[in-house]
T-cell receptor
């Protein structure tokens, strides 16, 4: 069975500081990994995805994530936070356990950016 | 191109009443998913349609929940009778056929059962 753990329900950073949102996964087979973002009053939007190509994945809005198999991690980073990055971020894992590729989500991390 | 749309955006109902949520996927997307998020918790999978067929409904909480996708286009999720613990945000997503294609999400329906 697949699962995702997101450490920290809230992360607070200053504008211009490094953003680091943590995600660890559990999967019985090589996983596919995703980060989604939800801005206030909007639906979930895909930030980036890892599908067994390059381990460092670049996404939209300057975000990137690195797949580390030895650590079973897929942490999301951004060098410099903007006020507009304030949102909720969800890590998700997808594998074919059970016969279908249905993403399993973590609990989400709220990113707070203060001036 | 229109994205995934969900109706209504908010619904407040009393315990014991019936509510029907609707999802219109992106045109041409065979896969349709329903998820639910209870406040502060993870987004949990409910079920997956491929066209009009239920591919996986292992996440449906109990038999008070009924999902349909007649004709393989829009889908409805009915809760009857609603209980307090059914409150949460219900998300719908759709995707094209293919390996790990992106799932596009709607804005969600916030259901409050009082």
């Amino acid at each position: 069975a697949q699962s995702v753990t997101q450490l920290g329900s809230h992360v607070s950073v200053s504008e211009g500081a490094l953003v680091l949102l943590r995600c660890n996964y559990s999967s019985s087979v090589p996983p596919y990994l995703f980060w989604y973002v939800q801005y206030p009053n909007q639906g979930l939007q895909l930030l980036l995805k890892y599908t067994s190509a390059a381990t460092l994945v670049k996404g939209i809005n300057g975000f990137e994530a690195e797949f580390k198999k030895s650590e079973t991690s897929f942490h999301l980073t951004k060098p410099s936070a903007h006020m507009s990055d304030a949102a909720e971020y969800f890590c998700a894992v997808s594998d074919k356990s059970g016969g279908s590729y249905i993403p399993t989500f973590g609990r989400g991390t709220s990113l707070i950016v203060h001036p | 191109e229109a994205g995934v749309t969900q109706f209504p955006s908010h619904s407040v109902i009393e315990k014991g009443q019936t509510v029907t949520l609707r999802c219109d996927p992106i045109s041409g997307h065979d896969n349709l998913y329903w998820y639910r998020r209870v406040m502060g918790k993870e987004i949990k999978f409910l079920l997956h349609f491929v066209k009009e067929s239920k591919q996986d409904e292992s996440g449906m909480p109990n038999n008070r929940f009924l999902a349909e996708r007649t004709g393989g286009t829009y889908s409805t999720l009915k809760v009857q009778p609603a209980e307090l613990e059914d409150s949460g945000v219900y998300f719908c997503a759709s995707s094209q056929t293919g390996l790990h294609t992106e799932a596009f999400f709607g804005q969600g329906t916030r259901l409050t059962v009082v």
